[in-house]
């Protein structure tokens, strides 16, 4: 059975602040609103008691830097930088997280407004999940909707297939 992947704490808080007790503390009251959380884009209503606090605990005792891919990002000035993407976190969060100004985000990534649209470089479309209906609802309505680049950066879990992805944040309307 696959884990949940939590917000990491560090990104949010800074690395060091959190003693393991106070991790564990804030993971396990995240677990008391497991309905509420967002996994992939799916709320969590049954993932087993045991597998939850086992990761829990895996996610709270993680001290070590995790796993990074490289994705090129443009703004919308048009400078290209490469930033080291944290796999398991949304491509929304990792292009905050790296102090892009221009994607708004403002629904936090709940797949409720386009202020995360990227465009996509073609050349790397087909190593995306497909999109979901309610993704693709969201950006048709796009004043910017391109159908072969357009994809919410809110919807893209960064694995290492994605290493090298190449985006350009789209202009809001």
């Known amino acids: 059975m696959q884990h ?21 503390f804030l993971l396990l009251a995240l677990d008391a609103c497991r309905y509420c959380i967002k996994a992939r884009s799916k709320l969590i209503t049954s993932m087993p008691t045991k597998d939850i ?37 949304s491509l929304m969060e990792n292009i905050r997280n790296n102090d892009f100004d221009d994607l708004a985000a403002i629904c936090g990534g709940c797949c409720s407004c386009c202020t995360c649209h990227v465009f996509v470089d073609a050349d790397d479309m087909e190593r995306l999940p497909k999109m979901e ?41």
Do not use: H
Not at 61 to 86: F, H, P, W, Y
């Open 53 to 89: 606090q086992s990761s829990i605990w895996a996610q709270a005792l993680n001290t070590e830097r995790d796993k990074m891919v490289k994705i090129s990002v443009t703004d919308l000035a048009g400078q290209t930088s490469n930033i080291e993407a944290e796999v398991g976190l």
């Open 133 to 173: 209906d309610d993704e693709q609802f969201l950006l048709e309505d796009s004043e910017n909707y391109d159908p072969a680049l357009s994809r919410l950066s809110c919807q893209i879990e960064v694995d290492d297939s994605l290493n090298n992805l190449k985006v350009t944040i789209a202009p809001e309307a």
């Open 4 to 24: 949940l992947n939590y917000v990491s704490l560090d990104r949010c808080a800074g690395v060091g602040l959190f003693s393991v007790v106070a991790r564990i």
